[in-house]
T-cell receptor, first 115, second 113 residues
Framework: GDSVTQMEGPVTLSEEAFLTINCTYT??????LFWYVQYPGEGLQLLLK?????DKGSNKGFEATYRKETTSFHLEKGSVQVSDSAVYFC??????????????FGAGTQVVVTP | NAGVTQTPKFQVLKTGQSMTLQCAQD?????MSWYRQDPGMGLRLIHY???????DQGEVPNGYNVSRSTTEDFPLRLLSAAPSQTSVYFC????????????FGPGTRLTVL
């Protein structure tokens, strides 16, 4: 079945550092790829998405590119802030109608940004 | 819009007790789902619904029941709680169609003793 693997955390960074969170996936066909963020004590929010190969999703300074050849969707941000401290989840949905709403999540990566 | 709301926020149960986790959304979304979040495992799909009167099982449905009598509400029932059901539960909703955003509720933290 489909699966998502992302790097383990926690990742601890200083403010203004560069952030990369690796995410790779296994899926049949062409899935859609997502990054969700969970701030402390809250539910998940969609951060960005990409729906076809070579698409780049971007939001709030974060970017991720859908790489079909390496089955990856790594998240990057050039200069993190303390407010970026959160847990980040990579996820996918399958290409068939019955899989559109079924998110398959990675384990999550906790990011801690210190002043 | 309140978005997706869940009650209660916290709950402690004893093994064998039953309870219902409530979920409601005011966005008129057809699709609703329940996930559980466990450390190191991300979120896993329990049950989902594509509209009133229609429900189906996700990845980890055992021990849970759902029903969907209205578009707005999608309660999750634990008939006989077990310690393995200790988790954080999230309800989500989205419009039908490919690649639409899922909106998550704030979660219910459940502990089964």
């Amino acid at each position: 079945g489909d699966s998502v693997t992302q790097m383990e955390g926690p990742v601890t960074l200083s403010e203004e550092a560069f952030l990369t969170i690796n995410c790779t996936y296994t899926a049949t066909g062409y899935p859609s790829l997502f990054w969700y963020v969970q701030y402390p004590g809250e539910g998940l929010q969609l951060l960005l998405k990409a729906t076809k190969a070579d698409d780049k999703g971007s939001n709030k300074g974060f970017e991720a590119t859908y790489r079909k050849e390496t089955t990856s969707f790594h998240l990057e941000k050039g200069s993190v802030q303390v407010s970026d401290s959160a847990v980040y989840f990579c996820a996918l949905t399958g290409p068939t109608t019955d899989s559109w709403g079924k998110l398959q999540f990675g384990a999550g990566t906790q990011v801690v940004v210190t002043p | 819009n309140a978005g997706v709301t869940q009650t209660p926020k916290f709950q402690v149960l004893k093994t064998g007790q039953s309870m219902t986790l409530q979920c409601a959304q005011d966005m008129n979304h057809e699709y609703m789902s329940w996930y559980r979040q466990d450390p190191g495992m991300g979120l896993r799909l329990i049950h989902y619904s594509v509209g009133a009167g229609i429900t189906d099982q996700g990845e980890v449905p055992n021990g849970y029941n759902v029903s969907r009598s209205t578009t707005e509400d999608f309660p999750l029932r634990l008939l006989s709680a077990a310690p393995s059901q200790t988790s954080v539960y999230f309800c989500a909703s989205r419009p039908l169609g490919q690649n639409n955003e899922q909106f998550f509720g704030p979660g219910t933290r459940l502990t089964v003793l």
